[in-house]
């Protein structure tokens, strides 16, 4: 008898430590969706790239999007496949405008996907959902139309055509030059559900990214030379897939990414109630997206062709041609040039000597100059 309470107190105890442990990583989960990077310059556009084949079954994919580094401003994190959770489905982050300044939220795992900021991100993910596939029981089932799977190797599979609307590649909402999508109710319904945070895999895989210079958009004019990778963390030939295109024409920012950073504050962060008094285009230079003969066949996806393999349209031309001034808002888009180093002139000092004195009235005797001396 004694051993039995002995056991059920033993069960009681394990089970409440259980529960404190599930409490605190959901916590920890919670602050870092909520807790974001705010910068005072825009995301480049989204570059166009095919969509590598899937490893397998389980694997699921999540879209490639610009991180922020304060060193270098803006890295490109390639879309890749890692394996879900059973049952879960990816939510991807996006950059928002709002309060003076672009903040990033976090991207998540949940029963349903919430609201991404209205990007069209490619490969299911076209603005609103998902459609590149589907959970049915402990399984997950392809949508061939836009995903690129090998019946080989996958054999859950299925085909529905879907027609994406949004075919531009601007990677932020809100602002000059966003996205103009706010959340439908079910989005809304959906960020009120548990969340899990983004998998070891997928941060491993964004903190390698942020290691090769040359996936930063300052050096590669946003056009990354490995676009997607067909798992997380693997950036080697037999898995990386060159971006075909830039998204739209490349601007410098008009500040260093030290100067664009901004504090993080209670204010500064998503859902923040301060206003700095900045105006929406302070900062940065919009990107000008493909014109409109080739904005389709620009679309970083493929959502739109309901093809099997799930590549990207191939632009007509690599992007819109250079121009001195943004047509969507006349800004100038001049390249970002230092400050000189020559000190501001100084102000002149009041004169604060005394008035002459009063002379006789008698001239001065004359006076010749001498070799030296210049005349007044």
Not at 4 to 23: C, E, P, Y
Not at 105 to 121: D, L, M, Q, S, T
Not at 286 to 300: E, Q, W
Request: glycine letters at 14%.
């Amino acid at each position: 008898m004694k051993t039995n309470r002995l056991g059920v107190h033993r069960f009681a105890v394990q089970s409440l430590l259980l529960a404190v442990m599930v409490g605190f990583f959901t916590a920890a989960s919670s602050a870092q969706i909520a807790v974001g990077i705010s910068v005072r310059v825009g995301p480049p556009a989204l570059p166009v790239y095919a969509q590598p084949l899937c490893p397998g079954p389980g694997y699921y994919w999540t879209p490639g999007y610009w991180a922020w580094n304060d060193a270098g401003g803006y890295y490109w994190v390639p879309g890749t496949w890692v394996v879900a959770p059973v049952g879960m489905l990816w939510t991807p982050g996006y950059w928002g405008w709002g309060g003076g300044f672009y903040a990033w939220h976090a991207g998540y795992w949940g029963p349903h996907v919430g609201f991404y900021g209205g990007i069209n991100y490619g490969f299911g993910y076209g603005g609103v959902g998902f459609v590149g596939g589907e959970w049915r029981g402990g399984g997950f089932y392809y949508n061939r139309a836009v995903s690129n799977v090998s019946v080989t190797n996958v054999t859950n599979v299925y085909n529905k055509t879907v027609i994406v609307n949004n075919a531009t590649t601007t990677s932020y909402n809100g602002g000059t030059g966003g996205i103009e999508a706010r959340p439908t109710p079910q989005e809304e319904a959906a960020a009120n559900e548990p969340h899990t945070a983004p998998l070891a895999a997928q941060a491993q895989h964004e903190q390698l990214a942020s290691q090769n210079h040359e996936n930063f958009a300052s050096v590669n004019q946003g056009r990354p030379a490995v676009a997607a990778t067909a798992r997380a963390g693997d950036f080697s030939s037999r898995s990386a897939i060159p971006a075909r295109a830039a998204g739209g024409e490349y601007h410098a920012p008009a500040m260093s990414p030290q100067e664009a950073r901004v504090p993080s504050t209670p204010a500064s962060r998503p859902g923040g109630t301060s206003t700095p008094a900045t105006k929406s285009s302070d900062g940065f230079r919009p990107f000008t997206p493909p014109n409109s003969s080739n904005s389709r066949n620009a679309s970083p996806s493929g959502t739109s062709t309901g093809t099997s393999d799930g590549a990207a349209g191939q632009p007509s031309s690599p992007a819109a041609k250079t121009s001195g001034t943004n047509s969507s808002s006349g800004q100038t888009n001049n390249s970002y040039k230092p400050a000189s180093s020559q000190p501001p002139n100084k102000p002149p000092k009041a004169n604060t000597s005394k008035p002459p004195k009063p002379h006789k009235s008698t001239p001065p005797p004359a006076h010749k100059p001498s070799s030296g001396e210049r005349f007044r």
